[in-house]
């Protein structure tokens, strides 16, 4: 069982940024990053992978958002600048045993309890 801490969130100016962190109690092969806005539906906005950082993203955050890792910590974290309002949402990292990060959330067996970002107009 890993256990997940997300920690970072809280409310920004528009063009501001928040950098998201993650804390793992162990170690599996892909981390992710995900949002839920209220009234949809939970949604990819990145992931890496443990063993070499390669990481992907959604196409409405390349450029803005940039995800890391930290091994010796356990932690990833997510630096997310140029905020937009619609970027407002719950957050949560989610960790998987898949050799690259997907978009199907149903595809990650851990998820942390996530932390709120709010960006204002």
């Known amino acids: 069982q890993v256990q997940l801490v997300e920690s970072g969130g809280g409310l920004v100016q528009a063009g501001g940024s928040l950098r998201l962190s993650c804390a793992a109690s162990?170690?599996?092969?892909?981390m992710g990053w995900f949002r839920q806005a209220p009234g949809k539906e939970r949604e990819f906005v990145g992931g890496?992978?443990?063993?070499?950082?390669?990481?992907s993203y959604v196409d409405s955050v390349k450029g803005r958002f940039t995800i890391s890792r930290d091994n010796a910590k356990n932690t990833v974290y997510l630096q997310m600048n140029s905020l937009k309002p619609e970027d407002t949402a719950v957050y949560y990292c989610?960790?998987?045993?898949?050799?690259?990060?997907?978009?199907?959330?149903?595809?990650?067996?851990?998820w942390g309890q996530g932390t709120q970002v709010t960006v204002s107009s």
């Open positions: 989610a960790a998987a045993w898949i050799h690259t990060p997907v978009h199907d959330p149903n595809r990650y067996q851990y």
């Open positions: 162990g170690r599996t092969l892909t």
């Open positions: 890496i992978k443990w063993s070499d950082s390669y990481t």
